[in-house]
């Protein structure tokens, strides 16, 4: 199964700043198949991003995604209050469909 | 707007099975893959296995022995039995739309592995 690995652990950042998450593949992730979502406590996860770089209806365009192969990466480019979260990727071009570790965004 | 839901019971004794229900609001579950997916406590997500509503599945390898999912169109539900449990089984287990990536999840129920 394909290993994804995120990082950071953890993002200190204030609102207003850039955050920038990585999530780095075992092997090469099939068709681009990789996916972000948000988790908030208590809550199921969000999709955000789907296809590597592809928003979700309703999603704000602060948030974006790129990568391809087996480097992607997670981009918000001004935090506002409620993205302060975790964030998790997760591939499913190969079976088993596989999530990373997470990355916690908290607030500095 | 799809909403799933899931149910059963949140306390589960080891060695036996634990079984759940997604019911799908909202849309048919016969147009669609789903999927059940869990999150022990603090910890990260695992992909548990699908179902189509013709009745075809796909099991995570680490979980295929002890997992089954069905389907009932008649009630537009699915449902997962995880058996022989132990205390790693407990987590929060999510219903889920698709195959590949999710946009429609459930809330989650808790489910406790515990004597």
């Known amino acids: 199964e394909i290993v994804l690995t995120q990082s950071p652990g953890t993002l200190s950042l204030s609102p207003g700043e850039r955050a920038t998450l990585s999530c780095r593949a075992s092997q090469s992730v099939s068709s681009n198949y990789l996916a972000w979502y948000q988790q908030k406590p208590g809550q199921a996860p969000r999709l955000l991003i789907y296809?590597?770089?592809s928003r979700t209806t309703g999603i704000p365009d602060r948030f974006s995604g790129s990568g391809s192969g087996t480097d992607f990466t997670l981009s918000i480019s001004r935090l506002e209050p409620e993205d302060f979260a975790v964030y998790y990727c997760?591939?499913?071009?190969?079976?088993?469909?596989?999530f990373g570790q997470g990355t916690k965004v908290e607030i500095k | 707007q799809v909403q799933l839901q899931e149910s059963g019971p949140g306390l589960v004794k080891p060695s036996e099975t634990l079984s759940l229900t997604c019911t799908v609001s909202?849309?048919?579950?016969?147009?669609?893959?789903w999927s059940w997916i869990r999150q022990p406590p603090g910890k990260g997500l695992e992909w548990i296995g699908y179902?189509?509503?013709?009745?075809?599945?796909n099991y995570n390898p680490s979980l295929k022995s002890r997992v089954t999912i069905s389907v009932d169109t008649s009630k537009n539900q699915f449902s997962l039995k995880l058996s022989s449990v132990t205390a790693a089984d407990t987590a929060v287990y999510y219903c889920a739309r698709g195959s590949g990536c999710y946009l429609y999840w459930g809330q989650g129920t808790l489910v406790t592995v515990s004597s």
């Open positions: 179902i189509y509503y013709s009745g075809s599945t």
């Open positions: 909202g849309g048919s579950i016969s147009s669609s893959y």
């Open positions: 997760q591939q499913y071009g190969s079976s088993p469909g596989t």
């Open positions: 296809g590597a770089s």
